[in-house]
Nanobody, 124 residues
Framework: QVQVVESGGGLVQAGGSLRLSCRAT????????MGWFRQAPGKEREFVSF????????YYAESVKGRFTVSRDNAENMVYLQMNSLKPEDTAVYYC?????????????????WGQGTQVTVSS
């Protein structure tokens, strides 16, 4: 079993940067692909980014491509989301999730474990 805890959210002005961190417990962390999702008020949770078990392949939503970068450190059981050039529409609660499967990284149902989320607010 894996537990994940996000941190690093906060308030930032448009054009600014934040780095989100996700710490996972469990010695089998490297067996899980990891994803980042976000949910704005009144909207459904949406896919943001994905990274494979070894970190060799990453995938991004079109809305964040070129601005966000996902990475992981399996030795430290950590996943990161570097967010640059933030926009007000990036405002949401950001969630880290672990997936033991290998298909369809954009679908929430393919993730086994979720964190509680961290709030990101981008002011205009």
């Amino acid at each position: 079993q894996v537990q994940v805890v996000e941190s690093g959210g906060g308030l930032v002005q448009a054009g600014g940067s934040l780095r989100l961190s996700c710490r996972a417990t469990g010695r089998t962390f490297s067996r899980y692909a990891m994803g980042w999702f976000r949910q704005a008020p009144g909207k459904e949770r949406e896919f943001v980014s994905f990274i494979t078990r070894g970190g060799g392949i990453t995938y991004y939503a079109e809305s964040v491509k070129g601005r966000f970068t996902v990475s992981r450190d399996n030795a430290e059981n950590m996943v990161y989301l570097q967010m640059n050039s933030l926009k007000p529409e990036d405002t949401a609660v950001y969630y880290c999730a672990a997936s033991s499967g290998s298909s369809d990284p954009v679908t929430t149902g393919n993730y086994n474990y979720w964190g509680q989320g961290t709030q990101v607010t981008v002011s205009s």
